[in-house]
T-cell receptor
Framework: SQTIHQWPATLVQPVGSPLSLECTVEGTSNPNLYWYRQAAGRGLQLLFYSVGIGQISSEVPQNLSASRPQDRQFILSSKKLLLSDSGFYLC???????????FGSGTRLTVV | DAKTTQPPSMDCAEGRAANLPCNHSTISGNEYVYWYRQIHSQGPQYIIHGLKNNETNEMASLIITEDRKSSTLILPHATLRDTAVYYCIATGAGSYQLTFGKGTKLSVIP
């Protein structure tokens, strides 16, 4: 069966520090991969999606970036975190036919 | 994605059926209706989806009106663990942009 792993579960980082969040999927090949963010009390915002290795589409211009170095690995990065980057970050995957998304357990990031 | 409209909140007594409505009057012919839910501090969970016909799985039933302008998610016997925000999304099968609105906060009351 397919599983999605996302880590760490919680993270506290100072302003200006770098960020790297990793997401991996098991049990499937060539998944579509997504990064979402949910600010406190707000809805889910799509940040990036990827339909293949090295293919990244950005939905919201910001100081975050994403990479997909391997088929089932998706990384969210920042060179310098801002206070406004605080939030709940969720990775998700779907099949190319887009039949339902499966979300990871999320990373709660607090920038201080 | 077609715009969807959901009530911001609903209450349901434990053991009763929870009926969550969704309006999607501008849905196009190739757009599916998806339902997800998000329990506090967790990632969203896929529940069910449908195009025209009513659908049922182990979690819920989805009733889509004949004109497809609205739908209802039915949780047949709500439990306290069903307390969550429920999202209704209308999107094409090939879409890469699943857009979550504000959803309906369902509170199951003992």
């Amino acid at each position: 069966s397919q599983t999605i792993h996302q880590w760490p579960a919680t993270l506290v980082q100072p302003v200006g520090s770098p960020l790297s969040l990793e997401c991996t999927v098991e049990g499937t090949s060539n998944p579509n991969l997504y990064w979402y963010r949910q600010a406190a009390g707000r809805g889910l915002q799509l940040l990036f999606y990827s339909v293949g290795i090295g293919q990244i589409s950005s939905e919201v211009p910001q100081n975050l970036s994403a990479s997909r170095p391997q088929d089932r690995q998706f990384i969210l990065s920042s060179k310098k975190l801002l206070l406004s980057d605080s939030g709940f970050y969720l990775c998700a995957w779907s099949s190319p036919a887009n039949y339902g998304y499966t979300f990871g357990s999320g990373t709660r990031l607090t920038v201080v | 994605d077609a715009k969807t409209t959901q009530p911001p909140s609903m209450d349901c007594a434990e053991g009763r059926a929870a009926n969550l409505p969704c309006n999607h009057s501008t849905i196009s012919g190739n757009e599916y209706v998806y339902w997800y839910r998000q329990i506090h501090s967790q990632g969203p969970q896929y529940i069910i989806h449908g195009l025209k016909n009513n659908e049922t799985n182990e979690m819920a039933s989805l009733i889509i009106t004949e004109d497809r302008k609205s739908s209802t998610l039915i949780l047949p016997h709500a439990t306290l663990r069903d307390t969550a925000v429920y999202y209704c999304i209308a999107t094409g099968a090939g879409s890469y942009q699943l857009t979550f609105g504000k959803g309906t906060k369902l509170s199951v009351i003992p």
